[in-house]
């Protein structure tokens, strides 16, 4: 079993800065890919950012060039920075991992979700 846990989210006024962060912990063989994804109240769960493979980084158009995202798979653990925030990045932000098992199969485990509001 894998555990996968988000934290770092919070409060924080438009214009504003915050770093989540997520470990993932347990039968952990191997990493293929992780995202972090967010769903605003009424909207559907939307992939915000992402590594796969061997490293490569892909990014939601609405937050390129303000948010961030970085790991260690060895720590089985990633982070997304997140800068110039506005009112529409409010969202529950979930973590979602890739996991190789030992039995070589891919595997999904999703965090519990950290809340994120963006408000003056």
């Known amino acids: 079993q894998v555990e996968v846990v988000e934290s770092g989210g919070g409060l924080v006024q438009p214009g504003g800065s915050l770093r989540l962060s997520c470990a993932a912990s347990?039968?952990?063989?191997?990493?293929?890919?992780m995202g972090w994804y967010r769903q605003a109240p009424g909207k559907e769960r939307e992939l915000v950012a992402g590594?796969?493979?061997?490293?490569?980084?892909k990014y939601a158009d609405s937050v390129r060039g303000r948010f961030a995202i970085s790991g260690d798979n060895a720590k089985n653990t990633w982070y997304l920075q997140m800068n110039s925030l506005n009112p529409e990045d409010t969202a529950v932000y979930y973590c979602?991992?890739?996991?190789?098992?030992?039995?070589?199969?891919?595997?999904?485990?999703w965090g519990q979700g950290t809340q994120v509001t963006v408000s003056s």
């Open positions: 590594i796969i493979g061997g490293g490569e980084t």
């Open positions: 979602s991992v890739v996991v190789i098992t030992s039995m070589g199969f891919k595997q999904n485990y």
């Open positions: 347990g039968s952990i063989f191997g990493i293929n890919a």
